[in-house]
């Protein structure tokens, strides 16, 4: 069982995920997506496993969306280059396995990937 989290070392939720995976006796690969910001394809190819528009895994909370975006309107396109040049706007932690992704928020949904 092939698992990817995109992960934030300094988020405890990011954190906790990831060490429930472990748990399982489970190696996933893990991204630092900080660090090693998605594509553009590989963001829209994580998108469409999440079935979720660009905007709906926005932050809305980090300073960077308030002082930088709120109330405005952006394309989908627009979106992804905004979350590829500041992906701690990316909602997290995202796990993946095959062709479905999910935000595990809370923890417990971790279940609904893992099996």
Not at 5 to 31: A, D, F, N, R
Not at 65 to 76: L, Q, S, V
Request: charged share 35%.
């Amino acid at each position: 069982m092939e698992i990817t989290i995109y992960h934030k070392p300094s988020c405890s939720k990011s954190c906790e995920v990831l060490q429930l995976i472990k748990g399982k006796k489970i190696k996933p690969t893990i991204i630092n997506y900080i660090e090693n910001p998605p594509t553009k394809k590989e963001l829209k190819e994580l998108l469409k496993k999440l079935g979720m528009k660009a905007e709906e895994l926005v932050r809305k909370k980090e300073h960077i969306y308030k002082d930088n975006f709120e109330g405005k309107k952006f394309t989908e396109a627009q979106w992804i280059e905004i979350l590829i040049k500041n992906p701690v706007l990316i909602e997290r932690p995202i796990v993946v396995k095959g062709d479905k992704a999910i935000i595990v928020r809370p923890n417990e949904r971790l279940a609904e990937i893992l099996g």
